[in-house]
T-cell receptor, first 112, second 111 residues
């Protein structure tokens, strides 16, 4: 039982490049989330998905898109990376009837 | 005003000491409260939920004060391994968005 997995662990991009961060969970959870964490800012919600086939914007969605491919997978795409998107990105999931969120190990992204 | 506010610290305390953190939240209708722990360069992990009656898990005690809208975390007989950042978390009441995280309180236990 791997819980929540994320790939890649580290990534360096140049301004304007695109990439997709992958997230998968094997806990049969309905809801999945993407956060970014910056020093002094705490965790900020980018997008979330309450269930397969639905996605909604969080606090800081600009510059990102998401896809809930199926119940297990929730991907985050940066179409044209900017230095302001340098951050640590965490994926999380939660099951029905609970608020407890389980996090993946994170992706450390640097945009030059 | 931020939805969840914490003193970022850092708190530096000697091993064996008792340390307490508070966190305030702005939405009086919030129902779910948690403390998460985050080690350096790691993901947040649930430390404990906070119930209206308070709850204890070994050396850790969490309390909720609804009237003043704050939650607290008390760590007794602190260990070196307690060094981490402690995140205060409250439900957002915005449908499936679920949780709002405080920026965290950094704790270092010194030998």
């Amino acid at each position: 039982n791997a819980g929540v997995t994320q790939t890649p662990k580290f990534q360096v991009l140049k301004t304007g490049q695109s990439m997709t961060l992958q997230c998968a969970q094997d806990m049969n959870h309905n809801s999945m989330y993407w956060y970014r964490q910056d020093p002094g800012m705490g965790l900020r919600l980018i997008y979330y998905s309450a269930s397969e086939g639905t996605t909604d914007k969080g606090e800081v969605p600009n510059g990102y898109n998401v896809s809930r491919l199926n119940k297990r997978e929730f991907s985050l795409r940066l179409e044209s990376a900017a230095p302001s998107q340098t951050s640590v990105y965490f994926c999380a999931s939660t099951g029905f009837g609970t608020d407890t969120q389980y996090f993946g190990p994170g992706t450390r992204l640097t945009v030059l | 005003r931020k939805e969840v506010e914490q003193d970022p610290g850092p708190f530096n305390v000697p091993e064996g000491a008792t340390v307490a953190f508070n966190c305030t939240y702005s939405n009086s209708a919030s129902q779910s409260f948690f403390w998460y722990r985050q080690d350096c360069r790691k993901e947040p992990k649930l430390l404990m939920s906070v119930y209206s009656s308070g709850n204890e898990d070994g050396r850790f005690t969490a309390q909720l004060n609804r009237a003043s809208q704050y939650i607290s975390l008390l760590i007794r007989d602190s260990k070196l391994s307690d060094s981490a950042t402690y995140l205060c978390v409250v439900d957002s009441l915005r449908g499936a968005q679920k949780l709002v995280f405080g920026q965290g309180t950094r704790l270092t236990i010194n030998p």
